[in-house]
């Protein structure tokens, strides 16, 4: 099993415990959450803390921050179906991590999320930290993809 997996499943399994345990003593489950659904809780988290400043709580563009920026912030709900119906995971990666240049966000040596998410976690070697940050893109990443509409929706 590849390092990366194994420090997924060890994090996603931490992510569940901890999930578990913040739940109300009332509430009782009738299944267990799922991997993919701690991921998307955590890639919710992680949006509404990081993101929605400028893209806004629904992720159309028009957070509080928006009218600061030089370029209108994408709505990120249309990201597949401006790309042919197909959510474009890479780069949307790439967006996150400053691979890709957003030029809302500045110039690719401002601090983008990928270094800060790898920077959030001292304690770890290099190559855990970057384990770390892959997992909250993965995370992001795969909240984007799950609120995206039709463009015949809009």
């Known amino acids: ?29 009738e299944s267990p959450i799922t991997l993919q659904q701690a991921a998307l809780h955590d890639g919710q988290a992680l949006y509404v803390e990081l993101c929605g400043v400028c893209h806004g709580e629904d992720a159309k563009g028009h957070g509080p921050a928006a009218a600061a920026l030089s370029k209108p912030a994408p ?12 959510f474009p995971a890479a780069e949307v990666k790439k967006a996150i991590t400053g691979q890709l240049p957003v030029a ?11 270094k800060v998410f790898e920077d959030a976690r001292p304690d770890q070697k290099p190559g855990q930290r970057w384990g770390s940050a892959q997992l ?3 995370a992001l990443s795969e909240y984007l993809e799950s609120i995206q509409v039709e463009a015949d929706a809009m």
């Open 1 to 29: 099993m590849k390092r990366t997996t194994i420090v997924f499943v060890c994090i996603a399994v931490v992510a569940l415990i901890g999930y578990a345990q913040a739940a109300p003593a009332q509430e009782v489950r």
């Open 75 to 86: 709505d990120l709900t249309l990201l597949a179906a401006g790309n042919g119906g197909e």
């Open 104 to 114: 809302a966000h500045g110039t690719v040596e401002m601090p983008m999320w990928g």
């Open 136 to 138: 909250r893109i993965l």
